[in-house]
């Protein structure tokens, strides 16, 4: 379980003089809760600094391989979340012009871009590059893409609506029935009917026919800057002059006076749980449940011109400005202190049962059990051994097993405590980690060497026996059933009862281990 695989994580790691901190997880365990303040998300910014060409973003797409590509005035970028590479007409024959201004995957998995001279696909590895000769407009600029529900491709556009399929380009103009040639947005509804956003109302095209509504109808200005069809067939219209909603043929508008932070509207995008996402020339504003919340510089945004939203995968929301890139995130971090009921604020250790109730381990309180956000305290006045409690584990049958300082190992069943200490054969009563392997032993790692308890026994292994130091600080059981120990001197690996040990002559940066866990890396590649 991701949350009980994060609890033992951050108290391998974190093992210090903290409250206890943790993240509440959504369901969907990135997404962004719908009913928190966007004020309160995790809030990252990434500029030239952090690697970004160029810190004007002019959109965000993630395509199916999970990477992450940007359309900057300084070349197309490709993130994977922690490097950036820049593709520009230095490393890139087919760009002649860095200035990218827009991107689209489409269903078969092409990368469609734009840049200010150019529209350029990019279809399994070959990049092409189209002209007026294939039949786009010539120095027409496109702005938005569409595909229909029959799979065709629609492009908005500076010299009309341009519809791709089967190589070839054509183009509607005002002659055909758009209220105006120059296009801004392009969106397809649930009925496969496609909208038109010009610089001169909105029209709508179905059956081969055009119809064009505008403020006489009901639009907020003729100036349609950004489109977003809603999945039950309402449709958001973002305009210059404020922000419209047509729905059963009746338009609805929103302006500032309605608590948008601008009437300038610059982008729409439909986030999860019904929440509409709106970028604006004075910041992000959130429509959710008939009311507007606003993100701006005051909340550390870049800046407030927001040209692009987009949500990847993981619920993250991505914004792209004239400043920089930012992401929100669901990332709360709760601090609970001696306030809201623990015994003390120095946090020792923490694990999750199998119940999902929380077991944290103090400096000075005791044992403490979290459920539904209530502390219940066990001390040596319930019967614990010692207040300081060194490490929490739960083994797989369910048992609580408790390192404290100089009480040696506490097992909690049915409310009651039972003591293990050196009388046992505890190597220790300083008790620093506990683990159980897949055979069901207990092993104990203290100051003076690691104890295995098995059928009520312990045995006592030392650096005699080939570990690598007799402080042992960590234990962790691979998935191939391998038992690595860090000690201070090294870590140790326990195998067929044979130990093999690593220090720094064998390439280890320091020979105190902390923590061990066994993680997972991916590299990519710089090919466009």
Same mark, same amino acid.
Request: aromatic share 10%; net charge negative; charged share 25%.
């Given at each position: 379980?991701?949350?009980?695989?994060?609890?033992?994580?951050?108290?391998?790691?974190?093992?210090?003089?903290?409250?206890?901190?943790?993240?509440?997880?959504?369901?969907?365990?990135?997404?962004?809760?719908?009913?928190?303040?966007?004020?309160?998300?995790?809030?990252?910014?990434?500029?030239?600094?952090?690697?970004?060409?160029?810190?004007?973003?002019?959109?965000?797409?993630?395509?199916?391989?999970?990477?992450?590509?940007?359309?900057?005035?300084?070349?197309?970028?490709?993130?994977?979340?922690?490097?950036?590479?820049?593709?520009?007409?230095?490393?890139?024959?087919?760009?002649?012009?860095?200035?990218?201004?827009?991107?689209?995957?489409?269903?078969?998995?092409?990368?469609?871009?734009?840049?200010?001279?150019?529209?350029?696909?990019?279809?399994?590895?070959?990049?092409?590059?189209?002209?007026?000769?294939?039949?786009?407009?010539?120095?027409?600029?496109?702005?938005?893409?569409?595909?229909?529900?029959?799979?065709?491709?629609?492009?908005?556009?500076?010299?009309?609506?341009?519809?791709?399929?089967?190589?070839?380009?054509?183009?509607?103009?005002?002659?055909?029935?758009?209220?105006?040639?120059?296009?801004?947005?392009?969106?397809?509804?649930?009925?496969?009917?496609?909208?038109?956003?010009?610089?001169?109302?909105?029209?709508?095209?179905?059956?081969?026919?055009?119809?064009?509504?505008?403020?006489?109808?009901?639009?907020?200005?003729?100036?349609?800057?950004?489109?977003?069809?809603?999945?039950?067939?309402?449709?958001?219209?973002?305009?210059?002059?404020?922000?419209?909603?047509?729905?059963?043929?009746?338009?609805?508008?929103?302006?500032?006076?309605?608590?948008?932070?601008?009437?300038?509207?610059?982008?729409?995008?439909?986030?999860?749980?019904?929440?509409?996402?709106?970028?604006?020339?004075?910041?992000?504003?959130?429509?959710?449940?008939?009311?507007?919340?606003?993100?701006?510089?005051?909340?550390?945004?870049?800046?407030?011109?927001?040209?692009?939203?987009?949500?990847?995968?993981?619920?993250?929301?991505?914004?792209?400005?004239?400043?920089?890139?930012?992401?929100?995130?669901?990332?709360?971090?709760?601090?609970?202190?001696?306030?809201?009921?623990?015994?003390?604020?120095?946090?020792?250790?923490?694990?999750?049962?199998?119940?999902?109730?929380?077991?944290?381990?103090?400096?000075?309180?005791?044992?403490?059990?979290?459920?539904?956000?209530?502390?219940?305290?066990?001390?040596?006045?319930?019967?614990?051994?010692?207040?300081?409690?060194?490490?929490?584990?739960?083994?797989?049958?369910?048992?609580?097993? #408790?390192?404290?300082?100089?009480?040696?190992?506490?097992?909690?069943?049915?409310?009651?405590?039972?003591?293990?200490?050196?009388?046992?054969?505890?190597?220790?009563?300083?008790?620093?980690?506990?683990?159980?392997?897949?055979?069901?032993?207990?092993?104990?790692?203290?100051?003076?060497?690691?104890? #295995?308890?098995?059928?009520?026994?312990?045995?006592?292994?030392?650096?005699?026996?080939?570990?690598?130091?007799?402080?042992?600080?960590?234990?962790?059981?691979?998935?191939?059933?391998?038992?690595?120990?860090?000690?201070?001197?090294?870590?140790?690996?326990?195998?067929?009862?044979?130990?093999?040990?690593?220090?720094?002559?064998?390439?280890?940066?320091?020979?105190?281990?902390?923590?061990?866990?066994?993680?997972?890396?991916?590299?990519?590649?710089?090919?466009?």
């Amino acid at each position: 379980m991701f949350l009980n695989y994060l609890m033992r994580l951050s108290a391998r790691y974190f093992r210090g003089c903290l409250p206890l901190i943790f993240f509440f997880l959504a369901p969907d365990i990135f997404a962004l809760d719908p009913h928190q303040e966007i004020r309160l998300y995790a809030h990252e910014v990434w500029r030239t600094e952090e690697g970004l060409p160029q810190n004007t973003v002019n959109k965000v797409i993630q395509t199916r391989d999970g990477y992450l590509w940007i359309a900057t005035e300084e070349g197309l970028v490709r993130f994977d979340g922690k490097r950036f590479f820049t593709f520009d007409k230095e490393n890139t024959a087919a760009i002649t012009s860095n200035s990218i201004r827009n991107l689209y995957e489409d269903r078969a998995g092409a990368l469609w871009l734009t840049t200010a001279r150019e529209l350029i696909r990019r279809e399994k590895g070959v990049l092409k590059a189209f002209s007026s000769e294939d039949g786009l407009p010539t120095d027409a600029q496109v702005t938005s893409f569409c595909e229909d529900g029959a799979g065709a491709l629609w492009l908005a556009s500076s010299k009309g609506l341009v519809h791709f399929r089967e190589g070839r380009f054509t183009t509607f103009t005002a002659r055909d029935g758009l209220a105006s040639d120059l296009v801004e947005a392009v969106a397809a509804d649930r009925d496969n009917a496609l909208w038109i956003g010009t610089a001169n109302g909105l029209t709508r095209y179905q059956d081969q026919r055009f119809t064009s509504y505008k403020v006489e109808d009901g639009l907020a200005h003729n100036s349609v800057r950004a489109l977003y069809a809603e999945p039950d067939g309402g449709l958001w219209i973002g305009t210059r002059g404020g922000l419209s909603r047509l729905k059963d043929g009746v338009f609805s508008t929103y302006t500032a006076r309605d608590g948008l932070p601008t009437d300038n509207i610059e982008m729409l995008y439909g986030g999860r749980d019904r929440t509409l996402l709106i970028g604006t020339s004075n910041g992000l504003a959130v429509w959710q449940n008939g009311v507007f919340t606003s993100f701006t510089t005051e909340n550390a945004l870049p800046s407030n011109r927001v040209g692009e939203i987009f949500e990847d995968r993981e619920g993250s929301v991505w914004i792209g400005t004239e400043g920089g890139l930012s992401r929100l995130r669901d990332e709360r971090l709760e601090s609970f202190t001696t306030v809201e009921g623990l015994s003390s604020n120095i946090v020792r250790s923490i694990t999750e049962d199998h119940e999902g109730n929380l077991w944290i381990g103090t400096e000075s309180g005791g044992l403490n059990a979290l459920k539904d956000k209530k502390f219940t305290a066990y001390t040596t006045e319930e019967g614990l051994s010692a207040d300081l409690v060194r490490a929490v584990y739960q083994d797989r049958r369910g048992q609580l097993w #408790l390192g404290t300082h100089e009480g040696g190992l506490n097992l909690l069943q049915h409310g009651k405590f039972t003591h293990f200490t050196t009388k046992d054969g505890l190597a220790s009563n300083i008790v620093l980690a506990v683990n159980d392997d897949r055979h069901g032993n207990l092993w104990i790692g203290t100051p003076d060497g690691l104890s #295995l308890y098995r059928n009520n026994v312990f045995t006592v292994y030392t650096s005699a026996n080939g570990l690598a130091n007799d402080f042992v600080r960590s234990i962790y059981e691979d998935r191939e059933g391998r038992l690595w120990i860090g000690t201070r001197g090294g870590l140790s690996v326990l195998k067929d009862g044979k130990f093999t040990s690593y220090t720094t002559l064998d390439g280890l940066p320091n020979d105190f281990i902390g923590a061990v866990w066994r993680i997972a890396a991916a590299i990519s590649g710089s090919e466009l």
